[in-house]
T-cell receptor, first 115, second 111 residues
């Protein structure tokens, strides 16, 4: 089974702290994604990466950065956390090619609270 | 641009009732269509998928048919259980890095 693992299920941070959210996938997928999920807003794409060291902004990149130094790992960084970044963060990976239809595989989510 | 519209929730049903959650989409070309399910406190899991017109995806008693003529991908289940209580997301991808999700429909099944 494809496994996407997010390092922290629950985090509580203070305003202004630097926050790292880690995500690792074990299926050699090229594509990795960070989404934010908020009630009534569904899933919003923050950043995605289609290869090592490559990244593209999604719909809401402000206040976030990402790092992909190895194929299996994709990190989301909040340089200076703010209360409006309190949310559920979802990492996902995908591969398009061959018989694969490109579905996303999600981690269990990281619920971040910024006080 | 591409979009997905699914019915507003919450949907509340009694156990063994018939379920339909409507999903319609707007897209150019021939996107792949998905239903994802999210149980409380968890991430999204793929429930079923369809990649071309008239394909029927099915899993765990749920079904959805890719209807190009009506641009729809409605989710159905003949007899829901309490354990089906979750949030259901309809989604599409045109085959690139782009994924479009609906806003989700919360289902609550009462015993």
């Amino acid at each position: 089974d494809v496994k996407v693992t997010q390092s922290s299920r629950y985090l509580v941070k203070r305003t202004g702290e630097k926050v790292f959210l880690e995500c690792v996938q074990d299926m050699d997928h090229e594509n990795m994604f960070w989404y934010r999920q908020d009630p009534g807003l569904g899933l919003r794409l923050i950043y995605f990466s289609y290869d090592v060291k490559m990244k593209e902004k999604g719909d809401i990149p402000e206040g976030y950065s990402v790092s992909r130094e190895k194929k299996e790992r994709f990190s989301l960084i909040l340089e200076s956390a703010s209360t409006n970044q309190t949310s559920m963060y979802l990492c996902a990976s995908s591969f398009i090619g061959g018989t694969n239809t490109g579905e996303l595989f999600f981690g269990e989510g990281s619920r971040l609270t910024v006080l | 641009g591409d979009s997905v519209t699914q019915m507003e929730g919450p949907v509340t049903l009694s156990e063994e009732a018939f379920l339909t959650i409507n999903c319609t989409y707007t897209a150019t070309g021939y996107p792949s269509l998905f239903w994802y399910v999210q149980y409380p406190g968890e991430g999204l899991q793929l429930l079923l998928k369809a990649t071309k017109a008239d394909d029927k995806g099915s899993n765990k008693g749920f079904e959805a048919t890719y209807r190009k003529e009506t641009t729809s991908f409605h989710l159905e289940k003949g007899s829901v259980q309490v354990s089906d209580s979750a949030v259901y997301f309809c989604a599409l991808t045109p085959g690139t890095y782009k994924y479009i999700f609906g806003t989700g429909t919360r289902l609550k099944v009462l015993a």
